[in-house]
């Protein structure tokens, strides 16, 4: 995963490892956040939800998720 963040002063490059999505730190995520949020989500749909983006990464490597430009130039990207 690659995010790109850039405006007039500033460029930021992040290149994030995509086993990230591989790992039980993605699934502690994953779940923590639902906990926050107020969602119930159960382990098994959790693992669900990481199997199918990691099915999306491997049909799409280089899908673009967020591609974002304002009318001063600043411009936001995240892809796969």
Do not use: C, N
């Not at 963040?5 to 993605?26: N, Q």
């Not at 199918?52 to 411009?75: C, F, T």
């Amino acid at each position: 995963m690659r995010i790109f963040v850039k405006d007039k002063r500033h460029l930021l490059w992040l290149p994030i490892p995509t086993a990230l999505l591989y790992s039980g730190l993605a699934e502690r995520i994953l779940l923590s956040e639902a906990k926050r949020r107020g969602a119930t989500l159960e382990i098994e749909q959790a693992r669900r939800i990481l199997e199918e983006l990691r099915r999306i990464v491997r049909r799409h490597p280089k899908l673009m998720l967020v591609d974002i430009k304002d009318r001063h130039g600043a411009r936001v990207q995240i892809r796969l």
